[in-house]
């Protein structure tokens, strides 16, 4: 799971009082819809529907409670507090700061969750009032992000090691929800285009540094142990 939208300068729109955490009805409704659209997208990767990876099944007419529950948990945790990260830090600082939807990015999601190779840009948290100039707030901002899929992971990864240890069957869920963050977390951190990473390298680069290691390590322990481990035990649920 990927995106491509980070967040973007609108000079036009007002300063919002500092440690002030506000919403409306447009954001409430975009941001909605943009979860229930990841969530569908991962439900179609998950139930083996896509044409490049389908299991050949009967695809999301088989679709189990587990698999729902993961599609939602991820998307909301992955994708959903991601932004909200992104827009709680900006607006403490005292910029404004709202999730806008992507009708294309809507599309491409959909489109590569049925070929199965998920795109996910469905959206992107704009922010208004920072200069383009000020490296430090769009850094601070920018990292948020990550951090988020970073700590939720972790929340997961203990999740699986506690099931582990009393026997729960939910270590594989566990894993696979601490992986998708982690991953989430650490492609958002790559020094290029709109990412974070670039926003985080501009202000300060030893901190990018020092978060692409940690989020990408831990990445790599996720992977490791949902593929080696989680994966017989998750697909025994469905």
Not at 195 to 210: E, H, M, P, T, Y
Request: charged share 5%; with cysteine.
């Amino acid at each position: 799971m990927s995106s491509t939208f980070s967040y973007t300068w609108t000079p036009s729109t007002p300063l919002a009082r500092q440690g002030r955490v506000t919403t409306s009805r447009t954001e409430l409704m975009q941001i909605g819809i943009a979860y229930a659209v990841l969530s569908f997208c991962l439900l179609i990767l998950l139930s083996g529907s896509s044409v490049l990876f389908g299991t050949g099944g009967s695809g999301l007419l088989s679709v189990t409670p587990v698999i729902v529950v993961v599609a939602a948990v991820a998307a909301l945790t992955g994708f959903v507090a991601h932004e909200m990260a992104h827009k709680i830090v900006a607006q403490r600082l005292g910029f404004w700061a709202e999730f806008r939807l992507s009708p294309m990015g809507l599309f491409i999601a959909l489109f590569t969750a049925f070929l199965g190779l998920l795109f996910a840009a469905p959206g992107a948290t704009m922010v208004g009032g920072i200069s383009s100039a000020d490296r430090r707030n769009w850094g601070r901002t920018s990292l948020a992000g990550p951090l988020t899929n970073f700590g939720f992971g972790a929340v997961f990864y203990l999740g699986a090691l506690g099931s582990y240890w009393f026997g729960s069957s939910l270590v594989g869920a566990f894993l696979l929800l601490a992986y998708i963050n982690a991953w989430f977390g650490t492609f958002n951190l790559f020094p290029i285009g709109p990412l974070d990473g670039a926003k985080v390298f501009r202000w300060n680069a030893a901190i990018w540094i020092g978060s692409l290691l940690l989020v990408g390590a831990f990445a790599a322990v996720c992977y490791l142990a949902f593929f080696v481990y989680g994966t017989p035990t998750f697909f025994q649920q469905l």
